[in-house]
């Protein structure tokens, strides 16, 4: 048997781009989970008042999440330049096209296996 810890992806909205994700394993998700535990205690207190939940504080720690299922699970970014320069994952959150970094956080959380209902939570 040969496996794999990583699924290449082709983007569906630009050609010739693939984002390469981390599948995940029991290690991976104890890591993902330590990472996540902080951000998801405070997101949900602030989601728990209907008034706080469209609050910048929790847009930001909703972005901060993303930001952190992306730097855990989007390991290349293959067939983009940004600015001149050989597309990485950092340069992709930092200054890279908002449609492309959705498409890639998206392809990260489907291999955590989470549905949209469980990721809300």
């Known amino acids: 048997m040969t496996y794999e810890s990583v699924k290449v992806v ?6 010739g781009v693939t ?3 981390a599948k995940l394993s029991f290690a991976r998700r104890m890591e993902l989970m330590r990472q996540v535990r902080d951000l998801a ?3 949900e207190f602030l989601q728990a008042d209907a ?5 910048m504080e929790a847009a930001l720690l909703r972005a901060e999440v993303d930001r952190l299922f ?8 293959s067939g983009l330049a940004i600015d001149g320069a ?23 959380r489907a291999e955590t296996g989470l549905h949209a209902a469980e990721r809300k939570n």
């Not at 992306?70 to 970014?77: H, I, N, Q, S, Y």
């Open 86 to 108: 050989t597309a990485t994952p950092e340069l992709l959150a930092e200054v890279g096209p908002e449609d492309l970094l959705r498409e890639a956080l998206a392809a990260v």
């Open 41 to 43: 205690k405070r997101l």
């Open 10 to 15: 082709p983007s569906q909205v630009a050609e």
């Open 70 to 77: 992306l730097t855990w699970g989007l390991r290349a970014v």
């Open 19 to 21: 984002y390469t994700v």
């Open 51 to 55: 008034e706080l939940a469209g609050t």
